[in-house]
């Protein structure tokens, strides 16, 4: 059974960092791209990070130079160390594993980000 574990979350003053992670099982974690969302109150889920199986990564223009995504395949867990935080931050982070054929094969159950000014 795959599981996804978010982990990291809380509530933070504008201008702080907050690291996320998220902790798999149930699947080849080596062998799968993995990626970050967030959604907001009121707004569709969005795309924050994604990282491949290699290493690649990938940002939104508005965490670009902020946020950073990282994997340790030894201990299967993705994260997202984010810094400078901004009130338009605060949403729920999910992380999503294994993109194939346009869509994201298991997503974990969020995390809530808040940061206040």
């Known amino acids: 059974q795959v599981q996804l574990v978010e982990s990291g979350g809380g509530s933070v003053e504008e201008g702080g960092s907050l690291k996320l992670s998220c902790t798999a099982s149930g699947y080849d974690f080596d062998r799968c791209g993995m990626g970050w969302y967030r959604q907001a109150p009121g707004k569709e889920r969005e795309q924050v990070s994604t990282?491949?199986?290699?290493?690649?990564?990938n940002y939104a223009n508005s965490v670009k130079g902020r946020f950073v995504i990282s994997r340790d395949n030894a201990k299967n867990t993705l994260y997202l160390q984010m810094n400078s935080l901004k009130i338009e931050d605060t949403g729920v982070y999910y992380c999503?594993?294994?993109?194939?054929?346009?869509?994201?094969?298991?997503w974990g159950q969020g995390t809530q980000v808040t940061v206040s000014s």
């Open positions: 990282i491949t199986d290699y290493g690649g990564t």
């Open positions: 999503a594993a294994c993109f194939g054929h346009a869509t994201w094969s298991y």
